[in-house]
């Protein structure tokens, strides 16, 4: 079974630039997660989507943004970037939103990471 | 307020040996998961081991287990014949409303992270 893909893997973008990750969790997988990993704040948690609607989101500024597609797919975007944006971005694929045992497992993909210059 | 702790920024330990990674949480959720990841110098976070708060059980998965107290909100990963390869940083994380849902659902809270070398 694949694991959860994103792509791209690196990115360099300016500043004043918008920019498109995208996250293709594991098959069967329906509920995917955003994370934002920097030196300073650590992990911190952008958003999860599940059946293509937003279900819960991070105390992030209105220029991160996503969606979620039919099959599951998601993309994050990123508007006018800052260079406090620059930072590992992960996605999360989990079975479901709750049900306990391996339900609430979440896999995490390789990572974007993206440099804003 | 829901929050993870992990008080140990670096750890060593020698090769074959066992060591236990320190994690302490808050939430007054009654349904929670508590998530133990493996994050080596290459960025991907790799899961390890799963508890569930209503798991009667320790979790186990090869050489990690997690010895959950739950009465005293601590859910310490042990790694058993350590090995090389374990040398990266490790994140205890908790996720809220596991069963019934929540607000917070979904969400995982991470801690600050061990980071762990093995001797040889």
């Known amino acids: 079974k694949a694991g959860v893909t994103q792509t791209p893997r690196y990115l360099i973008k300016t500043r004043g630039q918008q920019v498109t990750l995208s996250c293709s969790p594991i098959s069967g997988h329906r509920s995917v997660s955003w994370y934002q990993q920097t030196p300073g704040q650590g992990l911190q948690f952008l958003f999860e989507?599940?059946?293509?609607?937003?279900?819960n989101k991070g105390n992030f500024p209105g220029r991160f943004s996503g969606r979620q597609f039919s099959n599951s797919r998601s993309e994050m975007n990123v508007s006018t970037l800052e260079l406090g944006d620059s930072a590992l971005y992960l996605c999360?694929?989990?079975?479901?939103?709750f049900g306990g045992g391996r339900n609430n497992e979440q896999f995490f993909g390789p990572g974007t990471r993206l440099t804003v210059l | 307020a829901q929050k993870i702790t992990q008080t140990q920024p670096g750890m060593f330990v020698q090769e074959k040996e066992a060591v236990t990674l320190d994690c302490t949480y808050d939430?007054?959720?009654?349904?929670?998961?508590l998530f133990w990841y493996k994050q080596p110098s290459s960025g991907e976070m790799i899961f390890l081991i799963y508890q569930g708060s209503y798991d009667e059980q320790n979790a186990t998965e090869g050489r990690y287990s997690l010895n959950f107290q739950k009465a005293r909100k601590s859910a310490n990963l042990v790694i058993s014949a350590s090995q090389l390869g374990d040398s990266a940083m490790y994140f205890c994380?908790?996720?809220?409303?596991?069963?019934?849902?929540?607000?917070?659902?979904?969400?995982?809270?991470f801690g600050q992270g061990t980071t762990l070398q093995v001797k040889p």
């Open positions: 994380a908790m996720r809220e409303g596991i069963l019934l849902g929540s607000s917070n659902t979904g969400k995982l809270i």
């Open positions: 989507y599940f059946s293509e609607t937003q279900r």
């Open positions: 939430t007054s959720d009654q349904s929670y998961g």
């Open positions: 999360a694929s989990s079975l479901s939103l």
